[in-house]
């Protein structure tokens, strides 16, 4: 898979979670990708969510693999 078409696919995954996010006040911003590993910013009511951590594993990083499998991990910057 062409860089495009991955940037495109993790694009696409966080605009399927975001809905969610909205709704609770917060939302999440693609940073970048290094060694297939997704570098995220959560914004609003997410930063310093005590569930955050859960909903970037369960949510966010299981969306982003299920559009581009070959991703290794989603992480959380500051």
């Known amino acids: 898979m062409g860089k495009k078409k991955l940037m495109d696919n993790i ?3 966080l605009s399927e979670i975001r809905p ?5 006040g917060g939302d ?4 970048s990708l290094e060694d297939d590993v997704v ?5 609003g009511a997410c ?3 005590n569930v955050n951590q859960m909903t970037l594993r369960n949510g966010v990083e299981a ?3 299920k559009y581009a499998p070959q991703i290794r991990k989603v992480v959380e910057v500051k």
Do not use: M, P, R
Request: charged share 20%.
């Open 47 to 49: 930063i310093g969510c």
């Open 11 to 13: 694009e696409k995954a």
């Open 63 to 65: 969306t982003v693999k």
């Open 28 to 31: 999440i911003s693609f940073v």
């Open 39 to 43: 570098n995220v910013k959560f914004h």
């Open 20 to 24: 969610y996010l909205l709704t609770d």
